[in-house]
């Protein structure tokens, strides 16, 4: 699609055919759309169609976006895909053909404007229509109408009564498309030219495919803004160096990302019953078609004077994304139905598997059921000896799970009402000594973990040494049989509780910083090993200081050979890539479940900020789906895996502190009802600094994601 819009639709060809584009003249490359079936590719075979779905045509759309495409397409396919599912026989077999052959189509999305009056054999239409897309240039279109009592009739409007229809063209905000409306005056519409539609599933439909050309918008705009801070220099260097710069892309990069995931799973949802394809829309509405907008908003800026010219095309995709938020509807309105729907469900993904494995499915389902049987403190030791506590393991701590069979394993779990075990931090840790430890190591550490007979924290973090690990300065020195260690860690989650710690710490204080670092296995009850907790803004005790005061640590319990630590940390911290079932079966809380404590009619408001809310966690849920698919083809984590740490804390943060406000004055009071609340946001600051803060992770992303140079 993208060669094809190039060669046949330029940038300067687009300029040039301004004029006849908002006249509803065909471009030019109408007719290359036709010859290579682009128009049939969504319909039927046996209308002369190619029978794909709609994610197909949803990413033939997002492509030619990102192309900027002139012309009638979007309202055709929208067009015509709708007749081709809500239409009768008689309008399909006359109408589709005609759309194969390249016949051209408006659809309106808002039964606004025009008035239905039933008669004898049908109904009679007169208004003037809200602007619709596509209107001047179309040959046949689908509008909608209201009678006196509340009733709405979707009809085709086709052949004769195009010519009694009056269409007046406006001035488009996107200069690609014309746009315009129709007034009907008495228009007889028979039976046969009503559609079995509602105006729910026909907005939904719109808002999938509105969606993917908001997807190819943003990405163009992010691409190429991305492109431009490259090569743009300031002060003798490229201003892709700056800091700000680099943040402002990555943002931008996640936001791209983010519109990309929910248009592609309102798409993949169209499929699924009424309600989850109603849902993934109403997502895809909010987050995609403003988004767009201010992605485009937020290039022009990023090019600076220059991005704001007539003659850059930056400002072209920023008036389509205006063009398809307008056409769309009002994003409040999006917002609250999101939120009225969200009370009632909650997104699901239903997962086919092509190629599991055989047998696998019924045994472990057989063994769970053994373990339901069990006493439930019985249950865990169970697990680990079949090797269901860790399955991707390699056996026999494991059964080797690929990443089909961990997703097996999980929807068995889910089918069972059971929780997969979770080793917490010993999923960081066991990796590392299983890949790097010795057989001595593996026989004392991985079996009891797995049994949960030993709890793990870490000790990397130090004050001096957060993001920077590779600075710190805890000294292990070299004394018979082992290492004597003196320094202190900080920000240890669950230090009280732990049996063991995974510590990195400097074994050759004149080596290069990355260099000079070696990884222990801690005994937490070791003399001179001292724990204290940090309170924290909640009140809570999660966090600790670790202090080691000659602590000796035996040569048995150093991971690899000295020096070795920088390598085996980044085992450590890259494994929460390894499983990646394990958070499959773990929910996320959804703004809905916070709804209950205001009653059962809450105020708009609320309602319509659950909307937004509930929009952010399904994009960021598509985007994890996204980042499995990736996995169970056999390609490695892609950006998906960085997007997600930082939309988790965008998504995370906006929620709690929603929720606080929800509650009002009651918020103020930590015994109130809206004390939790309080609770909840006092404690998001782990979420933003854990595992490196938000900002290194913007400077990750542009670094090592979009490529652009080191600060």
């Not at 990736?630 to 965008?650: H, I, N, T």
Request: glycine share 10%; charged share 20%.
């Amino acid at each position: 699609m993208a060669a094809i819009t190039a060669r046949h639709a330029s940038k300067s060809a687009t300029r040039a055919e301004f004029e006849d584009l908002a006249a509803g003249i065909w471009p030019l490359s109408w007719r290359a759309l036709v010859d290579q079936r682009l128009l049939a590719l969504h319909l039927p075979e046996e209308s002369g169609g190619d029978g794909a779905g709609l994610v197909e045509l949803a990413i033939m759309l997002e492509e030619t976006a990102f192309g900027l495409l002139p012309g009638p397409l979007l309202p055709t396919v929208l067009t015509s895909h709708v007749v081709s599912r809500h239409g009768g026989a008689e309008l399909r077999e006359r109408l589709l053909p005609a759309f194969v052959a390249g016949g051209t189509g408006a659809c309106a999305t808002e039964a606004i404007g025009l008035t239905a009056t039933r008669t004898p054999g049908g109904w009679e239409v007169s208004g003037t229509t809200v602007p619709i897309l596509g209107a001047v240039s179309a040959e046949t279109y689908i509008l909608g109408a209201q009678s006196a009592d509340g009733e709405t009739i979707w009809f085709v409007v086709d052949g004769e009564q195009r010519a009694v229809a009056t269409v007046t063209r406006l001035q488009s905000v996107d200069l690609t498309r014309d746009v315009g409306r129709l007034t009907l005056s008495g228009l007889a519409v028979p039976a046969g030219q009503l559609l079995d539609l509602d105006s729910a599933r026909l907005r939904a439909t719109a808002a999938v495919l509105f969606g993917a050309e908001a997807a190819g918008v943003a990405r163009w705009c992010q691409t190429n803004g991305l492109a431009y801070t490259k090569v743009r220099e300031q002060f003798g260097r490229t201003i892709a160096s700056f800091q700000a710069i680099k943040h402002k892309c990555a943002r931008l990069f996640v936001r791209s990302e983010m519109i990309a995931a929910a248009a592609w799973d309102a798409a993949e949802a169209y499929g699924q019953d009424a309600d989850q394809f109603a849902l993934a829309a109403a997502c895809a509405a909010v987050t995609c078609l403003p988004g767009a907008v201010d992605i485009g908003l937020e290039t022009v800026t990023l090019f600076g004077g220059i991005g704001y010219t007539w003659e850059h095309d930056t400002h072209l995709y920023w008036r389509r994304a205006m063009s398809l938020a307008s056409l769309l509807g009002p994003r409040g309105r999006w917002e609250l139905e999101l939120g009225e729907i969200a009370r009632k469900i909650e997104r699901h993904h239903d997962l086919q598997l092509d190629d599991e494995p055989e047998g696998l499915r019924s045994w472990v389902a057989d063994r769970l059921a053994d373990a339901a049987a069990l006493p439930a403190d019985r249950q865990r030791g169970y697990f680990a000896e079949q090797g269901l506590a860790s399955p991707h393991y390699p056996r026999p701590y494991g059964i080797g799970a690929d990443p089909v069979a961990q997703v097996v394993i999980s929807q068995e779990f889910a089918r069972a009402g059971m929780i997969q075990p979770s080793t917490n931090i010993g999923e960081w840790a066991l990796p590392t000594i299983l890949a790097h430890g010795t057989d001595g190591q593996r026989e004392a550490f991985v079996d009891a973990t797995l049994r949960g007979d030993i709890f793990w924290c870490q000790l990397f973090s130090e004050p001096g040494a957060g993001s920077d690990l590779a600075s710190l300065r805890t000294r292990a020195e070299k004394v018979d049989g082992g290492w004597r260690l003196n320094g202190q860690k900080v920000w240890t989650s669950q230090a009280r509780e732990a049996d063991w710690g995974i510590c990195l710490a400097r074994t050759d204080p004149d080596a290069p910083k990355h260099r000079g670092l070696s990884y222990f296995l801690v005994d937490i009850r070791s003399p001179g090993l001292e724990v204290r907790p940090l309170r924290e803004a909640n009140g809570g005790y999660l966090f600790n200081e670790v202090f080691f005061n000659d602590v000796f640590v035996p040569d048995s319990h150093l991971v690899g050979e000295p020096g070795d630590g920088w390598r085996l940390a980044r085992t450590t911290l890259g494994n929460e890539r390894v499983n990646i079932a394990s958070g499959m079966g773990r929910r996320r809380d959804l703004p809905a479940d916070f709804l209950s404590g205001l009653g059962a009619n809450p105020p708009q408001e609320v309602l319509r900020q659950t909307g937004a809310l509930t929009a952010d966690v399904n994009a960021f849920g598509a985007l994890a789906q996204r980042l499995l698919l990736r996995q169970l083809s056999g390609l490695q984590p892609g950006a998906e895996a960085s997007v997600l740490k930082v939309a988790s804390a965008w998504n995370d943060t906006n929620l709690r502190r929603a929720v606080m406000d929800w509650h009002g004055a009651e918020a103020a009071a930590i015994d109130g009802t809206g004390g939790e609340a309080s609770q909840h946001y006092l404690s998001v600051p782990p979420t933003l600094i854990g595992g490196g803060t938000l900002e290194i992770q913007l400077n990750v992303i542009g670094e090592l994601v979009l490529g652009m140079p080191r600060s």
